[in-house]
């Protein structure tokens, strides 16, 4: 699919327009917004900023797993235990609660190693089903896959392993969703859209998340119909980059701006 300048002002002026009420729905405090959701269109869609990225591999296995369990029926669970969508600030008391196992408030158990083992514990204890789809085996399977995964990345330390990643960043596309894959691949249950949640989440402004919201929303902000729905993950992934560019945007706002329109684009009568 090929952008002409005509297609690209559309597109910019369409998006200005959902980022301005947006950020209006925001800053209406009678606007039924979720409250993270609402800090964070008002800090990355207002103000234009990006992700901080983790200085210490506690803190970005917090983001880590997170992200990870983001997936709705997670995300969902979670919300029905701490009474809000999970944090990398707050995944810790999420996790102490749901599986009543309080080391997860502690930072020691976020290194990789002990993370690990706090999943090995839990499941000696609960010898839960890992290949069941249960919230709580689930989470553990995520648990024991991720943190050895993440523990081989960072075998090297926090800033080999973005070393790598700045390097992989500069690549094209399809190495960049090649890249994706390989880390998804050995983690039950998590995809590749899980994983450019992370990345995007940790200020790499290079990554989508291609979920139901932006493929939802990815064909009616392109006019393009069902040709834009049949197209694979990896090819939503590819031409939001080529269309981000053409924008002058990163991929992050883009895909900010369609996630949370997919989920507030409704009460857009309220700004009006």
Known sequence: MLFDEREVFQVRRELERRREILAKLARDQNAPLDKLDRQEIILYLERGLLPARPHAVTDLMKAFVKSCFSYAVLRNFCVSILGEIPTPETIGECLARVFNFGSFRLEETW??????????????????????NEPRPRMVRVLLDGSAEMGRRLDKGISAFYTSLDKVTQRDPEFVWKYVEDFSDPIYNVGPALICDFLKEIGYSQFVKVDHHFKKQFPTLMYSGDDCKALSPKRHFILAQHLADRLGMTPYHLDKILYDWGRYGGLARLVQ
């Open 111 to 132: 290194l990789p190693i002990k993370l690990r083992s706090a999943a090995e514990q839990i499941q000696a204890r609960e010898q839960y089903d890992l290949y069941s």
